[in-house]
């Protein structure tokens, strides 16, 4: 059990020379030499007029401090946890609690490359029922510190917590997304694979949604399996790079988000070690 005695507030502070530090290393950016030119060419990974745009608008628009302030406006809490044969893990976490009467408990957890600012737009309506609504009190821990990073966490924890370790607690679950389910192949089981295919064949939507799902698995699950294998080997890069983890990340937003406007991006790198890349 967590003595809640021990959550403190927390305030985000990053101090003046790790921002000197970023616009110094931002400053002497060095960008590829490349033949893809076309801003709208995805295939091998966010085009050089992208990055070239996305990196002078950091160094000379992006406020941090006007972020910074935002940030702090919402209620954050830090709480060690402890965790046998580990030191304490020290998890932050938001807790938006309006002391609504029967508040329902609502535990949000995103995924990567998330962070719990993703989830703010919703708090009000979740927060402010009038009674014929529920109200709910709201806690989104901060996922950074992966070891291994497959599927995506929010919904793996969320699964976890439901049918292992909490059942008599967790009422609901709301995910979005599952894990990959592909269609029943002639060779692991030949008996569903024919079952299904004299049910019916495939609709256009169900056959678009399995081609999207081959494609991904072909052309853009390399990351998943680096972070699996060889977390360290990218970590070196994106740690030291600013510009590095922009590239890692940006690709992904473009990916696996609908009109997806890239300035907020940087809100993406957060980190309460004293680092904003």
Partial sequence: MVDS????????????????????????ATFPDTILTNANDWSHGPPLPVMRHLVEYWRNGFDWKAAEARLNLLPQYIIPIDIDGFDPLNVHYLHVNKGA????????????????????????????????????????????????????????????????????????????????CDPPSFFENPVFWLQNQLRRPYTAAERAGIDRTQKFMSEG??????????????????????????????????????????????WYFVRFDGLIY
């Fill in 101 to 180: 009467k029967n508040a329902i408990p609502l535990l949000m957890v995103h995924g990567w490359p998330g962070s719990f600012f993703e989830f703010t737009k919703i708090f009000g309506p979740l927060t402010n029922g009038d009674g014929d609504e529920p109200t709910f009190e709201i806690v989104v821990p901060s996922l950074i510190e992966y070891v291994v990073q497959g599927g995506d966490w929010g919904m793996i924890i969320a699964h976890i917590m439901a049918n292992t370790y909490y059942p008599e607690h967790v009422k609901a679950v709301h995910t979005n997304n599952s894990d990959k």
């Fill in 5 to 28: 005695k021990v959550a403190k507030p927390f305030t985000i502070d990053i101090p003046n020379e790790r921002l000197d530090l970023l616009k110094q290393k931002l400053n002497l």
């Fill in 221 to 266: 699950y390399g990351y998943n399996l680096m972070h699996k294998h060889r977390p360290q080997t990218v970590g070196y890069s994106i740690m030291d790079s600013p510009i590095g983890l922009l590239g890692w990340i940006v690709d992904k937003l473009q990916d696996w988000t609908d009109k997806y406007t890239f300035m907020h991006a940087f």
